[in-house]
């Protein structure tokens, strides 16, 4: 299969995903808000855990759906698969009822399945619309409602469950399908840069050899609701779709109060890792090169003309002052392992205690992710931090290694050491055993924040972001070991 053809067959399959409707079911990842979902909304705020257990909306600032903080994992359950778990993915929380005022809170940071536990943390979802849903607390059987407080004279909604109440209807936000883009000037690329063309209109040619060229120049920002503007540098004005002679031309300049604010609203929809396309909701079309290879928002799918690289115009980015937050750190995923096994013979006529060695490969892998809904867009990026795992009794510590290397977000580097257990076992007279060495094998999961600086590929110049947060490092590792003897 030709590269453009996979790209478009993968452009065809998120397009479907997205444009169905709710059948049941919740994405991976969401972010809720008070009232349905607005793609042309310019404002609002979504829940987010306040303090050290609150589930609130618009407390202290409001928090947009692409904020790390408004991120909710879904967890199906194990017991029913109507049923989930709803977990902040910031600080591994899962809510459940705060049995003193019947208020949501997340504080656990364990799945509890057990319906008689007041703080079980299970949920069973309804839909009454498209990007619509409400919870009944499955614990109580009580919807979940949203109530309007004042705390501290700042006024908030904060969720509840009621008795005998119909339950508040929450918009939800796919947060599997919502991408970011950078906030800062890139390129766009289909065959060449996308640049500013004044001829005809002040319209968007990929027309440009030079990604950094002023013409070339591009700033997103995003929208609370995960929807984009985004202005041409050279133009200093935001795109718009014209729809005024049916072309639907994308206009990078000529923006005033006469043209509706919804024209200038995209919605981004990853292919891969650096490659996106654009869609304008106003008029429910795709961006595509069209005539005189300028941009204009005219398929009602994902064809090859669609697909737009993305150039971060980042030539070098460090990952740095990696600071773990070890209070929101989460144990999971727990297994026993064998890490092997040996024969033993006592020909003695008294039991005996006698040594045993085996020797085994320690695996231990790590990952650091930041939330998802961001592309790599081929940067090179390296990271300095130490890596911690889980240890014997359930204590997670740093590890003995310290990485100063390349790496990419979401993906798991593996070291493997030689291992050799020694120890002592008994073994009764005139008998052989079979010796294991078992141990656990879990992931510890832990948030953190970190500085990000990217050297520019513009001016050369290297930009510091700190204490960004939206990291969770997960480390895998083998531990509690201890030998255990069967009889043959």
């Known amino acids: 299969m030709e590269l453009h053809q996979l790209r478009l067959l993968i452009g065809i ?13 919740l994405p991976k990842s969401i972010a809720l808000q008070d009232g349905p979902a607005d793609i042309f909304a310019q404002d609002g705020s979504f829940f987010y855990r306040h303090g050290t257990s609150d589930v609130v909306s618009g407390y202290e600032q409001s928090q947009p759906a692409y904020s790390p903080a408004t991120k909710i994992i879904v967890e199906q359950s194990t017991v029913n698969n109507k049923y989930v778990h709803l977990r902040f993915y910031i600080n591994n929380r899962y809510w459940s009822r705060d049995t003193r005022d019947n208020a949501i809170v997340a504080i656990s940071n364990q799945p509890i399945e057990d319906t008689t536990d007041p703080s079980c943390t299970l949920f069973e979802p309804n839909f009454p619309s498209q990007n619509e849903v409400n919870f009944t607390h499955v614990q109580t059987g009580w919807r979940v409602i949203v109530k309007e407080v004042v705390v501290l004279d700042r006024l908030s909604s904060r969720l509840y469950v009621e008795e005998n109440s119909s339950g508040t209807n929450l918009g939800f936000v796919d947060r599997e ?6 906030d800062h000037p890139i390129a766009f690329i289909h065959g060449k840069y996308l640049k500013a063309y004044d001829v005809n209109g002040k319209r968007l040619q990929f027309g440009s050899d030079k990604a950094t060229d002023k013409e070339s120049l591009h700033s997103p920002s995003m929208m609370s609701n995960g929807m984009v503007v985004i202005s041409s540098t050279y133009f200093d004005s935001l795109w718009w779709v014209n729809t005024s002679n049916d072309s639907n031309w994308i206009y990078g300049g000529d923006y005033t109060t006469q043209v509706s604010p919804r024209a200038a609203i995209f919605k981004v929809v990853k292919i891969d890792e650096i490659a996106i396309a654009l869609l304008n909701p106003s008029v429910n079309k795709y961006c595509v090169r069209s005539t005189d290879n300028c941009l204009a928002a005219t398929s009602d799918d994902i064809t090859s003309e669609a697909i737009i690289f993305v150039d971060e115009l980042v030539t070098e980015r460090q990952i740095l002052n990696l600071a773990y937050i070890l209070a929101d750190q989460r144990i999971y995923g727990e297994t026993p392992f064998i890490a092997g096994t040996t024969t033993l013979t006592n020909e003695e006529d008294v039991d005996l205690i006698m040594p045993v060695e085996i020797t085994y490969t320690d695996e231990k892998s790590y990952t650091f992710s930041r939330g998802g809904g961001r592309l790599n867009a081929n940067v090179k990026s390296t990271i300095s931090t130490t890596p911690w795992f889980i240890s014997t009794g359930r204590l997670v510590i ?7 290397e390349a790496f990419e977000w979401d993906t798991a580097d593996t070291t493997e050491t030689e291992v050799t257990a020694v120890g002592t076992v008994s073994v009764p007279k005139n008998s052989t055993v079979t010796v294991s060495y078992v141990g656990t094998k879990g992931i510890c999961s832990i948030p953190f ?18 204490r960004i947060r939206g990291g969770i490092y ?12 069967v009889n043959n």
Request: hydrophobic share 40%.
């Open 474 to 485: 997960e480390g895998v590792s083998y531990y509690n070991f201890s030998f255990q003897v």
């Open 13 to 25: 399959v998120i397009t479907a995903m997205m444009e169905k409707m709710t059948s049941g079911a």
């Open 449 to 466: 924040t970190y500085t990000k600086a990217d050297k520019s590929a513009i001016d050369g110049q290297t930009t510091y972001q700190n």
């Open 398 to 404: 740093p590890g003995a290694i310290i990485i100063n």
């Open 177 to 182: 399908t919502l991408i970011i883009l950078p």
